[in-house]
């Protein structure tokens, strides 16, 4: 991995954004005209990206007022190796799904499952939220931690 951080222009949002192959989104320095029509400068920073459900990174750009949210891992990996061919998702090679450096992304098949689960076809199964709160009362109400 090289010493220093790489910046390349997002698609679609170029000369607005940029993102870095560590996973860091910002802004650039621009001038924007507000809705009364004046001309203001808008200085560039680096951007806070949210948590969804405390699983993968989002950020979200704005275009006339619109709100345009996007995985910031497959920000990554789209700006830096390409487009994710179809039947192939991003993964975290190191499973920490907040960490988006391009190092740690690699792909995986996908394959649909009757459940209704999507799963990568080297992964074990998966459980959904209500299966995890159920379980979680279950050792409650018997009183393990």
């Keep these: 991995m ?3 951080e790489q910046w390349l ?6 000369n ?6 560590l996973g860091r989104v910002r802004s650039l320095n621009r001038v924007v005209t507000t809705r009364r029509g004046t001309e203001k400068p808008v200085k560039g920073r680096i951007l806070v990206k949210n948590h969804q459900n405390h699983q993968f990174h989002f950020i979200s750009f ?7 949210p996007y995985r910031v891992d497959t920000l990554v990996y789209t700006t830096f ?3 994710i061919p179809p039947g192939m998702r991003i993964d975290h090679l190191d499973g920490d799904k907040t960490n988006d450096q391009l190092a740690n992304l690699g792909l995986v098949e996908i394959e649909m499952v009757s459940d ?6 080297n992964q074990a199964g998966r459980i959904c939220d209500d299966q995890i709160r159920e379980i979680r009362a279950l050792h409650a109400l018997n009183g393990v931690s």
């Design 81 to 83: 190796v390409g487009e």
């Design 16 to 21: 607005i954004y940029e993102i870095s192959d």
């Design 116 to 121: 209704g689960f999507h799963r990568s076809k």
């Design 9 to 14: 222009p997002i698609k679609g949002w170029e």
């Design 2 to 4: 090289p010493d220093t």
């Design 62 to 68: 704005a275009r006339r007022g619109k709100p345009h």
